[in-house]
């Protein structure tokens, strides 16, 4: 056991496992199949690395796409374990070589792509000394889950040719359908299913409900002015938007670029590269986009549009912070993109249970209470803290009785005869003089004006309120015009009260300004550091042609400025550092570091370093 965690410092720089990755290694290490579950981000490849380093042979390493096979590969060779990748896109000769390579036991890791596995199996595969089998994403088996993919049902092959070899199948989907499914599918025996928790506390969650599209594109600007530098993903529903915002931000100078599964594959291989090496920061992409990348520095992810579930979405946002260190989500709610979502459910093949998911995307988006709460109440976690890391814990809303707020927007909506929008209603409240008023004669009712009180934002923000609380109804079908519901009408004839949550425009906190990636980097000395280690960081990067991540990830640099280490043991206790990358980088860095604090040269390398 020892053995294993010198193993995890030597290999990968961590002095501690995370929860469940030490029970999960050991009972492979028994010859035992194991079920995953992780979230996105949670240390998966750990639970199979690990054993795949520790034991004899080589282990297989099952995964769906090309580019996240090359950029684990990549990483694993940064840290001195070798691994090599086989798939169709590659020279034949290159392929045999690879072969070559792993029938001499000389690779600890071979990647292969599932449509290869059968083909394979004829004359290579059975020539190996097989350590331990590892199925990634291993959900795309199932058509109960999201992703399913034709090639991975070919997989049970495994456990048949390879009986004795244990399997360990790792997912981050989590509903029970699928995992059963998956085992069965597999053939594993008896395995152990192990579950983490899907906590991911360093991202920061929010919402924000009711903009239209000019004041979506003027907040995400805002967000990323407060983030220079850093990488992120806006996903969107429609192929459309991905490319309107990127061209937006490009005129904003902001470096973006669209990616979606109608784009040829050679482009959409560009523009993944180029966010890889950090050359594009920004990529406004569909669905389609991070399944296949390892990238740990993306430090924000947005929801232009909202997705269809809570998966989905936690599969998303997971995206952002997988180094552990801090990194901020928001999402954009509205009602229409909610109601083109409904018509989608009402087309699907699995419509109740697709509605279901869909409404807790929407209790996720409308609640009151601290979202982190609710996401995990949603994957059966169950907590009593709240979590202070979401717009909700950050800016608690404050209750008041707003009944007499909730009847003059009733009022108004009963006296056009149910027959207008939110926007026309709030200019009707708010006594606006544009033309359609006039012309329609609202500025006649006894309504009109009687909210000049408050702001344009703050009615759409209390309107919303009545909507969710079940007092107003949007009328799909004829130009989402109000309705006012019975329930309503009890509150508009005074039979019941109205709570509301104070709406505030102007919060103390700005919720688009960045959580501090380096919380500590409160001193001169530390921001200075910061620049020299980032820079130091990307020559390295540039000069290996490399991510900078494989250098060292956002969550070592952190540890760095926090140690500040000036001597090279201290270095080596760095989360992240470990044996090659100490060899290759630790004198540099402590080197840097001593500069920065203006520190005498280290001494020159003596022969037993
Ligand atoms: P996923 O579950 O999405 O496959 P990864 O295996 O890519 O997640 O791990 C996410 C990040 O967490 C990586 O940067 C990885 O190096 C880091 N990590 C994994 N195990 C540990 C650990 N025991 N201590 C600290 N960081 C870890
Ligand atoms: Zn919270």
């Keep these: 056991m020892d053995e294993l965690h010198s193993l995890l410092k030597r290999f990968f720089g961590y002095s501690t ?85 792993a029938r001499q036991d000389k690779l600890k890791l071979l990647y292969i792509s599932p449509e290869r596995v059968k083909a394979e199996m004829r004359w290579f595969l059975p020539h190996l000394n097989v350590s331990l089998i590892a199925i990634d994403e291993a959900h795309c088996i199932s058509q109960w889950g999201h992703d399913f993919r034709p090639e991975y049902t070919q997989l049970a092959i495994l456990k ?68 220079p530098r850093q990488s992120g993903i806006i996903y969107c529903q429609r192929r459309a938007d991905t490319e309107m915002l990127a061209a937006e931000l490009q005129r904003f100078g902001f470096g973006a670029a669209a990616y979606h599964a109608g784009m040829e594959p050679q482009d959409r291989e560009a523009v993944q590269e180029a966010f890889i090496a950090d050359r594009t920061r920004i990529i406004c992409a569909t669905v389609a986009f991070g399944m296949g990348i390892d990238k740990s520095n993306v430090r924000w992810v947005i929801h232009y549009t909202m997705p269809q579930s809570i998966e989905n979405y936690y599969q ?45 995307m929407r ?24 979590c202070h890391n979401c717009d909700i814990c950050k800016n608690p809303p404050e209750r008041f009785d707003g009944t007499i707020l909730v009847q003059k927007a009733l009022s108004a ?27 329609r004669g609202y500025h006649l009712l006894k309504t009109y004006g009687v909210g000049r009180d408050l702001s344009f934002g703050e009615w759409r923000g209390y309107l919303y309120q009545m909507i969710q609380l079940g007092f107003v109804e949007v009328n799909a079908e004829e130009h989402h015009v109000l309705k006012v519901t019975p329930t309503g009408r009890d509150v508009l004839y005074g039979k019941q009260k109205a709570f509301l949550s104070r709406f505030r425009e102007e919060v103390a906190t700005d919720p688009y300004k960045a959580t501090p990636i380096r919380r500590l980097c409160s001193s001169n000395l530390e921001a200075s550091l910061l620049d020299a280690l980032t820079q130091l960081r990307k020559q390295l990067a540039a000069r290996e042609k490399v991510p900078v991540y494989h250098i060292f990830t956002d969550d070592t640099l952190n540890d760095i400025i926090e140690q500040k280490p000036t001597t090279l043991e201290d270095f080596a206790e760095i989360r992240g550092v470990s044996d090659l990358k100490f060899r290759r980088y630790g004198r540099v860095f402590v080197s840097l570091i001593r500069f920065v604090m203006r520190l005498p040269k280290l001494p020159p390398a003596s022969e037993t370093e």
Excluded at 213 to 221: M, N
Excluded at 370 to 379: A, K, N
Excluded at 419 to 430: K, Q
């Design 17 to 101: 496992f995370r929860p469940l990755q030490l029970d999960i290694i050991q009972h492979l290490l028994k010859k035992e199949d194991a079920m995953v579950l992780m979230p996105t981000g949670g240390g998966k490849s750990v639970c199979y690395q690990l054993p795949a380093i520790y034991s004899p042979g080589v282990a297989l390493v099952i995964s769906p796409l090309i580019s996240l096979m090359k950029d684990q590969v990549e990483g694993l060779r940064a840290s001195g374990i070798p691994a090599a990748a086989l798939n169709s896109l590659m020279p034949e000769a290159e392929q045999q070589q690879i072969k070559q390579l």
């Design 160 to 227: 048949e040719r390879f009986p004795q070899v244990p399997i360990i199948a790792l997912t981050a989907t989590a509903d029970k359908v699928t995992r059963n499914d998956i085992i069965r599918q597999l053939h594993l025996r008896n395995p152990r299913t192990f579950i983490s928790s899907f906590d991911r506390p360093n991202l920061s969650l929010a919402v924000e409900k009711g903009l239209d599209k000019k004041e979506k594109i003027r907040a995400i600007v805002r967000f990323i002015k407060h983030r």
């Design 316 to 360: 998303e946002i997971g995206r952002a912070g997988r180094d552990g260190a801090p990194a901020d989500t928001l999402l954009f709610f509205s009602i229409g993109d909610m109601i083109i979502l409904r018509r989608f459910v009402e087309e699907s093949g699995q419509k109740e249970i697709n509605a279901e998911k869909l409404e807790w």
């Design 363 to 386: 209790r996720y988006c409308e609640s009151s209470v601290c979202r982190r709460r609710v996401l995990l109440s949603y994957f059966g976690e169950s907590t009593t803290e709240d």
């Design 413 to 439: 909506i009963v006296r056009t005869d149910e027959h207008v929008g939110m926007n026309l209603l709030i200019d009707i409240l708010r006594g606006s003089s544009q033309a359609e008023i006039k012309d």
